[in-house]
Structures are given as C-alpha cells and as structure tokens.
C-alpha cells in the first residue's frame, strides 16, 4: 500500500503536542504494515515555509527540512498532474495538486486533517485517526510519553 501525508499531517510530526502525538502513531503504523509513504514535491517548500513562521530557525530548519528527504518518498509533480488539478473539481489548487501526483503516484490514500478539502480528490482521504483505526495491529498500544 502507498499512501500520501498531506502537509498538516507532516507537520504535526514536527509538533509537541496533539496532533503530534497521532501523526508520529500514523507514521509508525505505516512503518510496521509496511506500506510506503510519501509526500509531493510541491509541499516541501510549504513544509518549510511553515516550520519558519512556528519560529524553527537555521540549523534545526535545515535538519527538520532534510528529515524529509529520509522519512518519506518524495513525489514529482509534472505537468499532467498541474492540469488534471484544475479541472478536478477541488477548491484548492494546492490540495488538488497533492491529489493529482498521489493519483499518478498509485497512492491507495491520503492522509490528512483536512479530509473535507479532498471530496473531489480521485484518491481516497482519511484522518490521521482512522489510518491509525484502521491499520493499527491488534497487539499494539500506544501511550503519550511527556520528555519534558
């Protein structure tokens, strides 16, 4: 299975808390059943825009940024997939880009807080909660730990 993390859900792996916690779950589950995860290539300039405005600066922006490159399988975007988005029916162009190159991509689904945004998208979208719902092994658990 290939899915794709949408960039709130990428973000929230960056967070300390809340959707920090399910996002670091999400990715581990995808880790244990082996599925394959990716993001697009359109979203790391996104991705590191963000983390720069929640105040994550230099060196530490450099290593979140090159974190990326070894925690997912970065998706191209082309041509195709920048036409199929705006004929796709979605409001956001961005979103519909996601969902166009996850499309071409074979991605069996995408992962986001935002599953509304993705109604048109021709690849299905989940919240970071059902992923982990669904895909979960029986036999795991899952406690926040407080590092502070």
């Known amino acids: 299975m290939r899915i794709c993390f949408d960039v709130n859900a990428v973000l929230y792996l960056f967070a300390d808390e809340g959707y920090g916690f399910r996002a670091a779950v999400a990715y581990d589950i995808a880790n244990i059943?082996?599925?394959e995860v990716a993001i697009c290539a359109s979203c790391l300039a996104d991705i590191n825009y963000l983390l720069h405005r929640l105040g994550v600066r230099g060196a530490n922006l450099q290593r979140n940024t090159s974190l990326l490159f070894e925690l997912f399988?970065?998706?191209?975007?082309?041509?195709?997939?920048?036409?199929?988005a705006l004929d796709?029916?979605?409001s956001d162009y961005e979103d519909a880009l996601i969902a166009e190159s996850a499309y071409r991509h074979n991605c069996d689904l995408i992962v986001t807080e935002n599953v509304k945004d993705f109604g048109e998208s021709p690849v299905p979208a989940i919240t970071l909660e059902e992923y982990t719902r669904i895909y979960k092994p029986c036999n795991y658990e899952y406690d926040e730990v407080d590092f502070s």
């Open 88 to 90: 796709n029916g979605m």
């Open 73 to 84: 399988d970065v998706m191209d975007v082309n041509r195709e997939d920048g036409i199929r």
């Open 33 to 35: 059943r082996k599925h």
